[in-house]
Nanobody, 129 residues
Framework: VQLQASGGGLVQPGGSLRLSCVASGFTLDSVAVSWFRQAPEKERTGVIC????????FYGRSVEGRFTISRDNAKNTVYLQMNSLKPEDTAVYYC???????????????????????WGEGTLVTVSS
């Protein structure tokens, strides 16, 4: 099982960026993939997750209305579309999964990084003028 995140870069405040997460070793069509981010000297926090079964979506703090998640099962890829970016969105972004079909479990609420078993290497997003 591998996840490969890409698409990070430098963007001005108010700009947009799309991150990609390519999965290998499993098929995405029945697996929930979450995005997390970690700013310097801060804890890793959840950004967004969408269940592939019913499309239910969970958002981290301050991203709802600006960030969306989508998937292309034919490419085994999940995307994170980020709009109206702010300097406080600057962080390393990671995609992760526990190979379940839901964004949560009996033990963990959605977007809890402790639930994730597989992580991609992060991609740095810097929002600055």
């Amino acid at each position: 099982v591998q996840l490969q995140a890409s698409g990070g870069g430098l963007v001005q405040p108010g700009g947009s960026l799309r991150l990609s997460c390519v999965a290998s070793g499993f098929t995405l069509d029945s697996v929930a993939v979450s995005w997390f981010r970690q700013a310097p000297e801060k804890e890793r926090t959840g950004v967004i997750c969408m269940s592939p079964t019913d499309g239910s979506t969970f958002y981290g703090r301050s991203v709802e209305g600006r960030f969306t998640i989508s998937r292309d099962n034919a490419k085994n890829t999940v995307y994170l579309q980020m709009n109206s970016l702010k300097p406080e969105d600057t962080a390393v972004y990671y995609c992760a999964t526990d190979l379940s079909a839901q964004c949560f479990s009996a033990r963990y609420s959605p977007l809890n990084y402790r639930a994730m078993q597989y992580w991609g290497e992060g991609t740095l997003v810097t929002v600055s003028s």
